[in-house]
């Protein structure tokens, strides 16, 4: 397939922009009708590095890409608008793992209202996938960095951590015949941004909010060193998915540890005045669990955990 | 170095933001203070397909990258907002290079006017730079695309023509002890964008636009192709840059070749009523020159150049 009739082909499988959109895919640039605020960031998965083609299809890869860069706008309470794709595909990586990854891609931006609204495609040594994501805010106030967590606050997490970790144990060989074990793969390569539980939480003011892309330990001291506080955490507190716990046994290892430490859970950590924690519950289209508070002071402290996690104390 | 300490060397290697940017680097994504119109585009550039790293330093890759990136932009007749950045580092291309790479780029923002206010750092296989940039426009009627052009318009080419493929050349070998060979090669390796040719032009009432980043005949079948007419452009009128004769002549090709095929020269073909010709050239701040008008009909001509170009006409 020629680099135009793959380009063409990709466009093919692309939702109808949205109404916003004004000129997408096919000229110089996209032009999206504003709202007051954006907010923009990009997401680079390398295979080797984030993925790797032997443990993920092309259709995981194009949806992990597109799921991680839209979780960095949930965790500004944005409303996502557009994805702006960039594919390097190394020799051999064809026309086929290339719709494949590309229609799984529009798939997921369609079910989350986003549109794919331009890309490049080029020729590279291996595969590289780079999305830049746009949202959309009303109020710079409710667009929530890392930096406003007070002391006095809460600390809480959306959903349940570990599944992450877990799966990526199962893809390595880990637990094969548990139960759990094909669910918490799937969770590892079809991640979901937290889209609607990040524009509540930021309506219910939520002082600092990160996704927990790098693990709840680092994710966390993003926080406290951002806002200049301390945070201390129990990970006895932790909400743990289904099956994390069967699965570490098998491998090994200590569920809390695959909670407090692995990545790409892509669950929202977020500070919350107390007050307003009961109005953020019930807004937040997920459950959230309280994991312990701010205080004044510097760092991380992890209670509850295994003994070795203390490290992560002075990362 | 590290990767926090290559990211936080990058930091202080930008320049401040500008006054719209509420957020920037060191949070999830960056908030930035919209104007009505969002204009976007992504763009990627691989070592050893797009530039080669024994022909081009760490600083020209990024000046090139960006410069590339913000061309589609001036294609666009917007202006040019942030600039988000995805490195892509190979082994050995470490803690110098990289910030020799973002230091050029930091600095072409900041004579454009550009804030760089997001990216990521990854490891790969080979080089590649991805840059997505923003900017941003009043009025959807002042940003042009390429389906605008009608029959009875111009069409024009902003500054020169050939300069890079010329310097392309002269970087594999050719003309060498030339007079002419080290500009061309500076011109291939540190191209700028016209952007603010780009929104006078837009302003003057262009009715298509494209930057000249395939070769003008590529780029000129694009317009046709999107406008649904024909242009018809004359090669004899192409404005020449100093030196691709000789550079041409030394190589054994066709200045007019060069001109009309080779990429990268990021000047803007535009098409535009004959009665606002005078008012472009008043307000281009570069030389306009007229290579022919838009026909009833589809397709491209090119006349007045080598016989093999009328290939072209049918690609």
Do not use: N
Request: net charge negative; aromatic share 4%.
């Amino acid at each position: 397939m020629s680099e135009l009739a793959l380009i063409s082909a990709i466009r093919q499988a692309l939702a109808e922009p949205g109404e916003h959109v004004v000129r997408w895919v096919g000229d110089d640039a996209a032009v999206v009708r504003s709202r007051p605020f954006a907010v923009t960031s990009i997401d680079t998965v390398v295979d080797g590095v984030h993925f790797t083609l032997d443990s993920h299809s092309p259709a995981d890869i194009g949806h992990k890409a597109l799921a991680a860069a839209l979780s960095d706008l949930a965790a500004m309470g944005a409303q996502a608008g557009e994805a702006y794709v960039s594919l390097a595909l190394p020799e051999g990586f064809d026309g086929g793992p290339t719709l494949e990854l590309t229609v799984a891609m529009a798939e997921l931006a369609e079910r989350l209202g986003v549109t794919i609204a331009g890309g490049d495609v080029v020729r590279a040594d291996s595969l590289i996938v780079t999305v830049a994501v746009t949202g959309w805010g009303e109020l710079d106030s409710e667009l929530i960095g890392r930096d406003g967590a007070k002391p006095g606050d809460f600390v809480g997490v959306t959903g349940e951590l570990g599944a992450s970790a877990a799966g990526l144990l199962v893809l390595g060989g880990a637990g094969q015949g548990l139960s759990a074990a094909t669910a918490l793969a799937e969770r590892h390569r079809r991640p979901t941004p937290r889209l609607e539980a990040g524009r509540a939480l930021a309506t219910a003011g939520a002082t600092a909010m990160i996704d927990l892309s790098d693990g709840l330990a680092g994710d966390a001291r993003h926080i406290a060193t951002s806002s200049g506080v301390r945070l201390e955490i129990d990970l006895a507190c932790v909400p743990m998915a289904t099956g994390v716990e069967e699965i570490a046994r098998a491998a090994g290892r200590e569920a809390s540890e695959l909670a407090a430490t692995g990545g790409e859970d892509y669950e929202l950590l977020f500070t919350l005045a107390p007050e307003r924690w009961k109005e953020a519950t019930e807004a937040a289209g997920v459950a959230l669990t309280r994991l312990g508070r701010v205080v004044a002071g510097e760092g991380l402290e992890l209670s509850g955990g295994p003994g070795e996690l203390r490290g992560y104390e002075h990362l």
